[in-house]
């Protein structure tokens, strides 16, 4: 890898949104649009399902018998964002713009929503991680998302959390000038569209500038 790097860095794209907002669905195009314009690229998602917190965390959304309390799995979060730290710096400091399909945001937001935890403690195990040059966040209106399929068993997955959750993805959205709301009722070819021109932009506006930390 370190003989093909670039001297130009990657950048750390973000997207977020609610449950079913079309996320992974635009994650993938984006990638591949990416990688078409010669933009190396690589896709990343959070929860990483595979590793040793992942399994826990795949455990604890699939209801199965898992005593998890709030505060253990939100930490188990943040470690399966901390565990592949290194691997997401040397993709981007190599110029591979990464993709990511939630990161810190759902973390926080869907912590912050259950109110056993405030939001200041919620945001603390993120910092220090790399922080997103550009995040998506998809909106969705709640009678659009019921319109989708693929609203499973999994926890979370009810309209009043969800609804909360939107409302926490919102004020952490505000006066953040790297945050970029996008609506995601339009049609998958239309939100794409939009995604991948504020994408070449921010790419295109960081090449040269460090990798920042949240
Ligand atoms: N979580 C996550 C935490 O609590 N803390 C954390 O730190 C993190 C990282 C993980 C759960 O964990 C929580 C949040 C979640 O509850 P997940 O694995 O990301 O969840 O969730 P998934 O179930 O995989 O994905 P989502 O439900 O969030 O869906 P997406 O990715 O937003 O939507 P997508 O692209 O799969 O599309 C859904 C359906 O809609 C269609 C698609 O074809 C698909 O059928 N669709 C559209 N239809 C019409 N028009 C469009 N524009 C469409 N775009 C997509
Ligand atoms: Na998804």
Same mark, same amino acid.
């Given at each position: 890898?370190?003989?093909?790097? *670039?001297?130009?860095?990657?950048?750390?794209?973000?997207?977020?949104?609610?449950?079913?907002?079309?996320?992974?669905?635009?994650?993938?195009?984006?990638?591949?649009? @990416?990688?078409?314009?010669?933009? /190396?690229?690589?896709?990343?998602?959070?929860?990483?399902?595979?590793?040793?917190?992942?399994?826990?965390?795949?455990?604890?959304?699939?209801?199965?018998?898992?005593?998890?309390?709030?505060?253990?799995? #939100?930490?188990?979060?943040?470690?399966?964002?901390?565990?592949?730290?290194?691997?997401?710096?040397? @993709?981007?400091?190599?110029?591979?713009?990464?993709?990511?399909?939630?990161? *810190?945001?759902?973390?926080?937001?869907?912590?912050?929503?259950?109110?056993?935890?405030?939001?200041?403690?919620?945001?603390? /195990?993120?910092?220090?991680? /790399?922080?997103?040059?550009? !995040?998506?966040? @998809?909106?969705?209106?709640?009678?659009?998302?019921?319109?989708? /399929?693929?609203?499973?068993?999994?926890?979370?997955?009810?309209? *009043?959390?969800?609804?909360?959750?939107?409302?926490?993805?919102?004020?952490?959205?505000?006066?953040?000038?790297?945050?970029?709301?996008?609506?995601?009722?339009?049609?998958?070819?239309?939100? #794409?569209?939009?995604? !991948?021109?504020? *994408?070449?932009?921010?790419?295109?506006? !960081?090449?040269?500038?460090?990798?920042?930390?949240?």
């Amino acid at each position: 890898l370190t003989t093909m790097c *670039s001297n130009k860095r990657g950048a750390l794209i973000v997207v977020e949104g609610v449950d079913r907002s079309g996320k992974s669905t635009q994650c993938k195009k984006l990638v591949e649009a @990416l990688e078409q314009a010669n933009f /190396p690229a690589k896709l990343m998602t959070f929860p990483d399902r595979t590793t040793l917190t992942g399994k826990l965390i795949d455990d604890y959304l699939k209801n199965k018998d898992c005593k998890l309390n709030d505060q253990a799995i #939100h930490l188990l979060f943040s470690a399966n964002r901390w565990e592949n730290v290194e691997k997401m710096k040397s @993709l981007i400091n190599c110029g591979v713009t990464l993709v990511i399909d939630r990161y *810190s945001y759902s973390g926080i937001a869907f912590s912050a929503v259950k109110k056993v935890m405030n939001l200041d403690w919620c945001k603390q /195990p993120e910092n220090g991680l /790399p922080k997103p040059d550009l !995040v998506f966040l @998809l909106t969705i209106s709640l009678e659009e998302m019921l319109t989708r /399929p693929g609203f499973g068993n999994e926890r979370y997955e009810n309209m *009043s959390f969800q609804n909360n959750v939107a409302n926490m993805y919102n004020s952490l959205c505000s006066d953040k000038d790297n945050w970029v709301k996008i609506n995601a009722a339009g049609s998958i070819e239309e939100v #794409h569209k939009k995604l !991948v021109d504020i *994408s070449l932009n921010t790419i295109r506006e !960081v090449e040269s500038l460090p990798l920042k930390s949240l």
